[in-house]
Nanobody, 123 residues
Framework: QVQLVESGGGSVQVGGSLRLACAAS????????LGWFRQGPGKAREFLAAITRSDDATYYGDSVKGRFTIYRDSAKNTVNLQMNNLKPEDTDVYYC????????????????WGQGTLVTVSS
């Protein structure tokens, strides 16, 4: 069984910051990588960031490089996404996902998904 639970979404003003957390259990806790994505109504899913379990290597989508940071909080057993300098276009539902195997590009091949958490950025 795989369970991914996101938390930390909410409303923030332009330029503000939020930190999302993903708690993984079951098979997700031994996944090759955990990643963050976002998707809104009628929009394509967008890869944001990922971190590998073996060596904490990190990867980012072009739209969030320099503003978002993914990291592992070992004390809380979560994978977090620190989001800074938020913009209105960052408004979306954010999802944590687990990639069990390495065989494809880091932005693809995620088998399990959390329920999503809403981030709203207002001006």
């Amino acid at each position: 069984q795989v369970q991914l639970v996101e938390s930390g979404g909410g409303s923030v003003q332009v330029g503000g910051s939020l930190r999302l957390a993903c708690a993984a259990s079951g098979r997700a806790s031994s996944a090759y990588a955990l990643g963050w994505f976002r998707q809104g109504p009628g929009k394509a899913r967008e890869f944001l960031a990922a971190i590998t379990r073996s060596d904490d290597a990190t990867y980012y989508g072009d739209s969030v490089k320099g503003r978002f940071t993914i990291y592992r909080d070992s004390a809380k057993n979560t994978v977090n996404l620190q989001m800074n300098n938020l913009k209105p276009e960052d408004t979306d539902v954010y999802y944590c996902a687990a990639k069990l195997e390495k065989q494809s590009h880091i932005a693809w091949g995620y088998s399990y998904w959390g329920q999503g958490t809403l981030v709203t950025v207002s001006s």
